[in-house]
């Protein structure tokens, strides 16, 4: 009876979810394009790969990189579980099935088959870095598979032991200390152990950083290290190593969902609070406002404007907006880029400077989407306060170039250090950057001119992306030009960022200028 | 005063407002009641200039687009619209400072009034839904707007809050301004509206003017479930 009710509601739910695809098709031409994306790049990177004479690199480097981005991610969703408990539920199961005489067994093990297919939809990244990961360690299509599967367990092993150790200390502050000090003194550890390999092959810091993050220390790290060593042992074909790391997942996973459906106190009230946090997200998002990433305790400090006078208001109450959402003023999901822009040009080193610029642009992307612009055009002062639509436009624009001017210099400087790049060349490139945030920020006032609140969320994503790429084309197309017909000024690297920067201010004046009365035809 | 004139707003193939006309003029308190989904904050939406439309609207003889009635009119949103990271006082501080007003101390007896001063150094983030909108209310309150509109105003507010809002409402008719509220509370409306515009699908199924004590006159609720529950509603006044 029990089973029989959470079958229907998952069987159910699973059904609405593939009709959707066919009442609203923008969703399904996403999943279309997602599919046609994945298997250009499958096919297009194995067929790039034959005609480049490369050479391919340690297949350690590649469980290394593996080893720390499980790692990282299981840390990072295991912290944040801590402070809230997490939870695979949403507010309809809170309201319908917890007060239910359902069994709360039945009830865990109906948000842990949801929550795997949650966890597989954050991997799908992973799918895009074939080409890469082709060419530069020769992954075949099983690799690929193989990291996606434990980067997905990963994702939903973590949000598991986060709901399972919260459960434990959830009624203490106490408890809560220790445990995120545990969790801080393991990683701290790691890092010594990492640190003091590194430093005894001074002669070959790669070699010493990939020996050492292939480690048996680092292996034992919970789920992440165990799927990391998992991993490796089918690469290696190991399988027997490979099987005892599997059934030590299985047999901790089974270790928490037995002692969570058999603990006398239930987990109901611990999932309560970050569910209620979920869904004011997802009702946020649904009224058209990203939330925002702000610390969940905001530290205060100095108060007031201090500054701006009508229009010019909307850019100092951004300044000081940042200054609260980080204290370093980047945000946290630009710094997260900038590292891994970093790391990964330690890895494509011998490539130069453009796979880490190009992936730093492909970065900002979305760190643009989810800028203080596109936040202030979901509040309705915007639009009500009585300036000149151009005046305002300008204003709550201007403080992306700043903020992305200096998320330029701290990406671009440390990626020029590690491949070699000489300095003019550098600061062409960031100035490049720049522009190129300009063009993105171009291409979401030109959609919010044309479509304003009319297209859906994965309808407005699909159109800016296709926007950026056509806004981009006649830089980079001037720079295939320049290349194709022999001519360059001090080096390929940067005429390129000479081309974009020269060609991405313009397009994105004139679009800018296109759409300057955004404002006063909203549609919010 | 308020004029909308043949005002529709259609989404796709929806019609969510279907040739809509009326206006609220100067000290007179206009309610819009009608069903979930009648197309009340749409046309709110329209009036204040957020979304596009058909038709015609104007604040005190402009344009509603236009920065000279965006300097008259005051929207309280029904999702209250807080910054997250500003404090309680910064909202007011932006306000002050976006519309060029003088730091005369009005936003602190704002805030005192709707008993916020107290949270002056809280952000947005960690206001409750009721304080949020008590915050978004004095936003609206602190340029003195001529003509003012309200989508919901009294949902999420406590006793105290309705109370003081309710006195608002009497005084900002008072002083001349006029206000258009938009509800599907019916009893929260009261009787201190003066005209009542109930909406159905998207246009306006009947009018009815404040003629408190006329004998044999329906009363509003009366008129209002006559027509949604689909009886035939006689001509209204």
């Known amino acids: 009876m029990n089973s029989n009710a959470l079958t229907y509601l998952l069987g159910t739910k699973m059904r609405n979810r593939l009709k959707e695809f066919f009442k609203k098709p923008i969703r399904l031409i996403y999943v279309v394009i997602v599919i046609a994306l994945i298997v250009v790049t499958l096919v297009g990177g194995k067929s790039g790969a034959q005609d ?84 530069t360690y020769n992954l075949s299509y099983f690799g690929l598979l193989l990291i996606f599967v434990v980067y997905s367990l990963t994702v939903f092993l973590s949000q598991t032991s986060a709901m399972f150790v919260y459960t434990l200390i959830s009624d203490s502050d106490k408890k809560k200390r220790i445990a995120k000090t545990v969790l801080i003194l393991v990683i701290a550890s790691l890092a010594v152990y990492v640190g003091l390999n590194v430093l005894q092959s001074r002669d070959d810091i790669i070699g010493g950083l990939v020996k ?44 928490i969902v037995t002692a969570m459906s058999k603990s006398k106190r239930d987990y109901y009230e611990d999932v309560l609070s970050s569910t209620e946090t979920l869904q004011s997200a997802l009702m946020a998002v649904k009224d058209g406002v990203t939330p925002e990433a702000a610390p969940r305790v905001i530290k205060v400090g100095k108060t007031g404007l201090g500054k701006g006078q009508g229009a010019s208001v909307f850019f100092y109450k951004h300044l000081l907006e940042n200054r609260r959402a980080s204290k370093i003023w980047l945000k946290p999901m630009s710094l997260t880029f900038i590292i891994m822009t970093v790391i990964f040009s330690i890895f494509m080193k011998k490539g130069g400077i453009i796979p880490a610029f190009s992936f730093s642009i492909y970065m ?136 974009t920067f020269v060609l991405n201010l313009p397009v994105a004046a004139i679009v800018l200028l296109s759409c300057k009365n955004v404002l006063q035809y909203a549609e919010i | 005063m308020l004029k909308v004139e043949h005002v529709t707003k259609k989404y796709g193939k929806l019609v969510a407002n279907k040739d809509i006309s009326f206006s609220v003029d100067a000290g007179q308190i206009a309610v819009l009641v009608g ?53 309680v006082e910064e909202h007011l501080e932006f306000i002050r400072r976006a519309y060029r007003l003088p730091d005369d101390g009005y936003d602190k007896y704002l805030l005192e009034r709707f008993e916020m001063w107290d949270k002056k150094d809280k952000p947005g983030k960690e206001l409750s839904k009721g304080m949020q909108q008590k915050l978004s209310i004095c936003c609206t309150l602190l340029h003195k707007p001529s003509v003012i509109v309200f989508d919901e105003p009294l949902i999420g507010l406590d006793p105290h809050a309705i109370k003081e809002l309710k006195t608002v409402f009497a005084e900002l008719k008072a002083q001349g301004c006029a206000i258009l509220i938009s509800t599907h509370m019916l009893d929260s409306v009261e009787n201190f509206w003066d005209v009542a515009h109930i909406m159905i699908d998207g246009s306006f199924a009947a009018t009815k003017f404040n003629t408190q004590g006329e004998t044999g006159e329906k009363t509003l609720e009366e008129l209002f479930f006559e027509i949604t529950e689909g009886k035939p509603a006689e001509a209204a006044e």
């Not at chain 1, 309705?380 to 639509?389: D, S």
Request: hydrophobic share 55%; charged share 10%; net charge positive.
């Open chain 1, 52 to 135: 480049a004479g490369r050479t391919i690199r340690s297949f350690k480097e590649l469980t290394a990189g593996l080893n720390i981005l499980l790692i990282s991610i299981f840390t990072i969703t295991f912290y944040s579980g801590l402070n809230n408990g997490g939870s695979f539920f949403r507010m309809p199961d809170v309201n319908f099935l917890f007060p239910s005489p359902l069994n709360k067994r039945s009830i865990l093990f109906y948000a842990l088959i949801q929550q795997i297919g949650t966890s597989m939809l954050i991997g799908i990244f992973i799918l895009f870095q074939y080409t890469m990961l082709h060419v």
């Open chain 1, 212 to 255: 050492a993050v292939n480690g048996l220390p680092v292996l034992l790290f919970i789920f992440a290290g165990w799927l990391g060593g998992f991993a490796a042992s089918v690469f290696a074909g190991n399988y027997i190593q490979a099987i005892v790391w599997l059934a030590l997942c299985a047999a901790a996973f089974a270790a």
């Open chain 1, 364 to 499: 900002m992307v979305f760190s643009v989407a989810l800028g203080r612009f596109n936040r202030e055009l979901t509040k309705p002062y915007i639009y009500l306060v009585p300036e000149p639509p151009i005046k305002k436009l300008g204003f709550a624009l201007a403080e992306t170039l700043p903020t992305e001017l200096l998320e330029s210099i701290l990406v671009l400087v440390p990626v020029s250090v590690i491949t070699s790049t000489d300095a003019l060349t550098c600061m062409f490139l960031i100035i490049s950057r720049v522009s190129f945030a300009a063009l993105f920020l171009a291409s979401s006032v030109a959609i919010e001119r044309i479509w304003g609140s009319a297209l859906s969320k994965v309808g407005g994503m699909l159109i800016y992306l296709l926007f950026d790429i056509v806004l981009c084309l006649p830089g980079i197309a001037l720079a295939f030009i320049l290349h194709y017909n022999e001519i360059t000024i001090f080096n390929f690297t940067l005429t390129s960022a000479l081309c």
């Open chain 2, 35 to 87: 069903p979930n989904g009648a197309g009340k904050s749409t046309i709110i939406k329209c009036i204040t200039g957020l979304l596009r439309f058909d038709g015609k609207i104007e604040i005190n003889g402009y344009d509603n687009k236009s920065v000279e009635a965006k300097r008259l009119i005051g929207y309280v949103p029904e999702m209250p619209a807080v910054y997250e990271l500003l404090t």
